[in-house]
């Protein structure tokens, strides 16, 4: 079932706008992986208002404006010049002793080092260690090609030809393992199992699959030229395909038995909300009247995926908010404008994460949903990406967030209202069948005792 330097933010808009990335990431050691996003604080005000007459308002100015700023910059952590802000470049950990001593390893390294080292790779080994120091797990650099991987895996999306890739462990050759519907590989033919053999004129026999993906993927609208070998029919075949934005589905749904939907959710992507409505709305049509929300092993997305959800679900109010080390506080609300009556049970497990807690703990908190699995991973801080000047990227953790009633679940998880280790006792080599998935069954359960 299934251009000028600025920071950026990738929100649930295709195009890229001149805010910061906020994400919520649990590290690939924990099995799971979590990219939220958060808008900074667009208008961070003025230090002196109004107009400035004459000389001793001037004066004022001069003994004022420099304190203010001093404040301000320490505060924020941000540089004020000419009425603007800009990264505050600090100098105090480039002491004399410090580039010294990189001077002498790096004298060290090319002297007696048995192969010549590249003096690039060791610049991009000062960038990772200087954000390592931290001791933050969730916090790291991304060089240029590691951050465009990660804006297409916190979105969903991507400029490409549709296909899935994987890699025979024998001859190491990559084919297709799956085509998404309607894209520009299934309008141009291209099978399951077709082998990769050239793009635009490229070589790709035995290449890495991270190198063969970068080949297919591109802006929307431009052509790529494939050539693969069918094994069924012992031939090669060439097309041309124009690329295009591709969405990787996050949403499944469908009738259960009776009155009752099914929604899982995958991910929290850019059009997860978006497909989350189009389900509801099908799911109604055909005489839903109870929702089984399906979030076991969804570890994370997009915060403004999850929020336009609970939006979507909920009466007015918060649903999660966030604060920074200086206290700030930044609200995430639902309108009230649709408020969903239907009776909702969610489903969830240890690998359910980060914007997936946010989901659970504001239906727990609002107390329309009853949550059914076991403990829930325990990730509620916030990690902001903040691109640089040569387009790579430092990622930090920033604030911490919180569910409707105050909760930090930092490391501690939400804990389920029915406690209930999955299994399932169909074979599992057919066809997923829900009526042998246990918690499943113990949410049809739920709902039928309570329509009692």
């Not at 949403?251 to 899982?264: A, F, K, T, W």
């Not at 497990?349 to 829930?376: C, F, Q």
């Not at 679940?409 to 006792?425: A, V």
């Amino acid at each position: 079932m299934n251009e000028e330097k600025n920071t950026e933010e990738f929100d649930t808009e295709d195009k890229i706008t001149e805010e910061p990335i906020t994400e919520d990431k649990v590290t690939e050691d924990k099995s799971t992986e979590d990219i939220v996003y958060e808008e900074r604080k667009k208008n961070k005000g003025s230090f002196i208002n109004g107009v400035l007459v004459g000389i001793v308002c001037c004066g004022l100015v001069l003994t004022l404006v420099k304190p203010i700023v001093n404040y301000v910059e320490k505060k924020t952590g941000m540089q004020i010049a000419n009425g603007q802000s800009s990264v505050l470049y600090t100098t105090e950990l480039l002491d004399d002793e410090t580039i010294t001593k990189i001077g002498e390893l790096s004298g060290y390294i090319d002297m007696y080092y048995y192969e010549d080292v590249d003096d690039a790779d060791l610049k991009e080994g000062l960038y990772e260690g200087l954000v390592a120091g931290i001791g933050d797990d969730y916090s790291g650099y991304y060089d240029e090609e590691a951050y465009a991987n990660l804006q297409v895996s916190t979105k969903k999306v991507y400029g490409g030809i549709g296909a899935g890739i994987s890699t025979d462990k024998e001859t190491e050759l990559e084919s297709i393992s799956f085509i998404y519907e309607g894209s520009p590989a299934e309008a141009a033919g291209l099978e399951v199992g077709d082998i990769f053999a050239e793009v635009d004129g490229t070589d790709v026999t035995g290449m890495e699959s991270s190198e063969l993906v970068k080949l297919l993927r591109g802006d929307e609208g431009t052509t790529v030229h494939v050539k693969v070998y069918r094994e069924s029919e012992g031939t090669y075949v060439e097309v041309d395909m124009v690329r295009a934005v591709i969405d990787i589905p996050t949403v499944y749904s469908e009738m259960l038995v009776d009155d009752i939907g099914y929604i899982q959710i995958s991910d929290f992507g850019s059009a997860t909300a978006e497909s989350f409505k189009e389900a509801v709305d099908e799911l109604n049509a055909s005489g839903m009247q109870k929702m089984i929300i399906d979030i076991r092993g969804n570890t994370g997305g997009l915060v403004s995926a999850a929020t336009e959800i609970l939006d979507y679900i909920l009466p007015e109010g918060v649903v999660v908010y966030t604060e920074d080390k200086y206290g700030n506080r930044k609200d995430y609300t639902s309108s009230g404008d649709t408020f969903m009556m239907c009776d909702i049970c969610v489903l969830m497990n240890s690998y359910s994460a980060s914007a997936s807690e946010i989901l659970a703990g504001a239906l727990r908190d609002y107390n329309v949903a009853t949550l059914i699995g076991t403990t829930t991973f325990g990730k509620g801080i916030v990690q902001t990406i903040y691109p640089l000047s040569d387009n790579d990227a430092i990622k930090l953790t920033t604030a911490t967030y919180y569910t409707p009633n105050g909760d930090c679940i930092h490391g501690k998880g939400i804990d389920p209202d029915i406690e209930l280790e999955y299994e399932y006792s169909g074979d599992t080599d057919a066809d997923f069948d829900y009526t042998k998935d246990n918690q499943i069954m113990k949410a049809i359960e739920v709902f039928e005792s309570e329509s009692e």
